[in-house]
């Protein structure tokens, strides 16, 4: 593994928690502060991670096939965009990473846990967040939220409140006793959840260096 120099946070949560808003919040804060920072995603971080991220929308897949196209993003994320501006020092802010994996298709689609796991390790090349921001929310008042976007709804927001409760019961179990993890009340304002992930974020930068 090449060495890293940057710092990771990788976003989590259930579609609707407000992550993508939330890390762009954070992005703006930190280019504020004259930061060096990238913002980023999964899946769709790259040009054929954009195709890719089409599939995993609109296509009925096989769950060990949607999870290998998961981990196919990954593996283009990692390798063309996390690991070069780790390198050039820089803080990477990335909406959602391997635990998605973990709890979608772990958690709510059933697949085994220890593959994941291996093809994960395998596809990161080492690589792990420094600080994961879990943005934790009921079920309800994140579907409440998706309805509220009038957009149209892609294949994983038209699972049902059973899928989304056992992929919340996914993250939980993935995240608690984890000491890099921020576990953030994903009901609160956007702006309030932005100083707070901030705070955590300097203080574990700083240190880091
Ligand atoms: P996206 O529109 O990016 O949703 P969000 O803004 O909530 O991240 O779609 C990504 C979808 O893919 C989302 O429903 C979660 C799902 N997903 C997985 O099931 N496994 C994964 O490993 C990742 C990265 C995402």
Redesign the pocket.
């Given at each position: 593994m090449e060495k890293k120099s940057g710092f990771l946070v990788a976003f989590e949560g259930i579609?609707?928690?407000g992550?993508?808003t939330l890390s762009r919040l954070v992005f703006n804060a930190l280019i504020a502060r004259s930061i060096p920072v990238i913002l980023t995603?999964?899946?769709?971080g790259t040009p054929a991670g954009q195709r890719i991220?089409t599939i995993?929308?609109e296509d009925v897949l096989t769950p060990q096939a949607?999870f290998l196209l998961?981990a196919a993003?990954?593996s283009e994320h990692i390798h063309n965009v996390i690991m070069p501006a780790l390198q050039d020092g820089k803080i990477v802010l990335s909406?959602?990473?391997?635990d998605?994996?973990r709890a979608?298709?772990g958690y709510?689609r059933g697949i085994d846990l220890h593959l994941i796991d291996k093809v994960t390790h395998w596809v990161m090349q080492g690589i792990e967040p420094d600080l994961i921001v879990y943005c934790k929310i009921d079920a309800e008042t994140a579907f409440k939220r998706i309805v509220q976007r009038k957009q149209e709804l892609?294949l994983?927001?038209k699972e049902k409140t059973t899928f989304f409760e056992r992929v919340i019961e996914g993250f939980e179990k993935i995240f608690s006793g984890k000491s890099q993890v921020l576990v953030v009340d994903a009901t609160l304002p956007a702006e309030v959840l932005c100083a707070q992930v901030i705070a955590e974020l300097c203080h574990r930068w700083e240190s880091n260096v």
């Amino acid at each position: 593994m090449e060495k890293k120099s940057g710092f990771l946070v990788a976003f989590e949560g259930i579609d609707g928690s407000g992550k993508s808003t939330l890390s762009r919040l954070v992005f703006n804060a930190l280019i504020a502060r004259s930061i060096p920072v990238i913002l980023t995603k999964e899946p769709g971080g790259t040009p054929a991670g954009q195709r890719i991220r089409t599939i995993v929308h609109e296509d009925v897949l096989t769950p060990q096939a949607e999870f290998l196209l998961f981990a196919a993003d990954r593996s283009e994320h990692i390798h063309n965009v996390i690991m070069p501006a780790l390198q050039d020092g820089k803080i990477v802010l990335s909406d959602r990473m391997a635990d998605s994996s973990r709890a979608y298709q772990g958690y709510g689609r059933g697949i085994d846990l220890h593959l994941i796991d291996k093809v994960t390790h395998w596809v990161m090349q080492g690589i792990e967040p420094d600080l994961i921001v879990y943005c934790k929310i009921d079920a309800e008042t994140a579907f409440k939220r998706i309805v509220q976007r009038k957009q149209e709804l892609t294949l994983f927001e038209k699972e049902k409140t059973t899928f989304f409760e056992r992929v919340i019961e996914g993250f939980e179990k993935i995240f608690s006793g984890k000491s890099q993890v921020l576990v953030v009340d994903a009901t609160l304002p956007a702006e309030v959840l932005c100083a707070q992930v901030i705070a955590e974020l300097c203080h574990r930068w700083e240190s880091n260096v």
